[in-house]
């Protein structure tokens, strides 16, 4: 299928062009253009080291890109030209009553989340072990109860806006705790919880700022194959049953191309190819970057992949 023609050309959330993130010599991310469409659940892939979690850093907030745009269109479709003249004003979003966009390049990590509704997982688990799972979910929620607060003690004083935001976001985490198949656990402490509930639990604390994007490093390892198959069905069900378009990082290729709407394959910092499950799986320079040969060699390796699918007519079929 042409490019323009699928979701993540026609109806973008987030845009990165020309990213690239320098740590003193070392290029880690080298001129990467990309769209995550709206929706569409788009893995990030590629051998350790390729980028894929500067990548996130960047989007994200964590890091400052050297140079790139990092264009999130939270909602409305929003004409190019709106972009060039934000770009070109210096200001970090445009919020009208027809679209908003954000340059997260320019933004704080805490902005992102806050405003642009961009929320994202760790590889290594960040829960607030000591604390409850429903404490946990609350605690995502902070940001909102103190805006309610009118940051003074109108929480302490119990003012009724207070007392109907809390209850707000007790709901909102007594129902992502249900929809993650924990609420039988809402009262033990994160840090009893086996790992695959764990990290169902930081997806849920996630889900709980109300992101429109949702970005997952590595979210199935170290589970099990059961638990990878649950949370197929979780990320499924949010891109399907709350609309959050969601990208991630994984080296499962299991999750990959059994969930991917989209892909993006990143080696040394450049992306080699970008499409659906079944063309990237075919692609020889993806096959070639996983296979570890020699940057030399790609091209032989393509040569015979190209002789080995004429010669069967194999084309991919990931689906
Ligand atoms: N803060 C940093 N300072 C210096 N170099 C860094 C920093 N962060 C990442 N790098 C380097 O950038 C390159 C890309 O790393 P990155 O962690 O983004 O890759 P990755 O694709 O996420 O790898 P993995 O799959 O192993 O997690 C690596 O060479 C890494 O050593």
Request: aromatic share 6%; glycine share 10%.
């Amino acid at each position: 299928m042409p490019y323009e023609n699928h979701n993540w050309a026609a109806d973008p959330v987030l845009s990165v062009e020309h990213l690239t993130m320098r740590f003193g010599g070392l290029v880690a991310v080298d001129d990467l253009s990309f769209d995550v469409g709206r929706g569409d659940i788009t893995a990030l892939i590629g051998p350790n080291g390729a980028g894929k979690t500067t990548v996130f850093n960047c989007v994200t907030g964590f890091y400052k890109p050297t140079e790139g745009r990092i264009a999130l269109r939270r909602n409305g479709k929003v004409p190019g030209d709106v972009i060039a003249d934000l770009t070109k004003s210096g200001r970090q979003y445009d919020e009208t009553k027809e679209h908003a966009v954000f340059l997260l390049e320019r933004m704080a990590d805490f902005k992102i989340t806050e405003i642009a509704g961009v929320a994202r997982t760790f590889q290594n688990i960040r829960l607030f072990g000591g604390m409850t799972a429903l404490e946990n979910l609350l605690v995502a929620q902070h940001n909102k109860l103190m805006r309610a607060s009118n940051y003074t003690i109108g929480g302490l004083l119990g003012l009724p806006g207070y007392r109907r935001a809390a209850a707000a976001a007790k709901e909102m985490a007594v129902e992502w705790l249900r929809r993650v198949d924990l609420l039988d656990r809402a009262d033990d402490p994160a840090a009893d919880l086996p790992y695959g509930d764990q990290r169902r639990l930081e997806i849920a604390r996630a889900l709980c700022t109300n992101p429109v994007l949702l970005c997952l490093d590595e979210p199935a390892a170290g589970l099990n194959p059961r638990e990878s198959a649950e949370l197929n069905g979780l990320l499924r069900s949010i891109r399907d049953d709350h609309g959050v378009s969601v990208l991630l990082i994984e080296h499962d290729m299991g999750v990959v191309m059994g969930i991917s709407d989209h892909i993006v394959v990143l080696d040394y910092g450049k992306k080699i190819s970008d499409g659906t499950a079944s063309e990237v799986r075919s692609d020889p320079k993806v096959i070639a970057a996983y296979l570890g040969v020699d940057d030399e060699e790609v091209e032989e390796v393509e040569r015979d992949l190209e002789v080995t699918s004429g010669a069967t007519g194999a084309e991919g079929g990931a689906r």
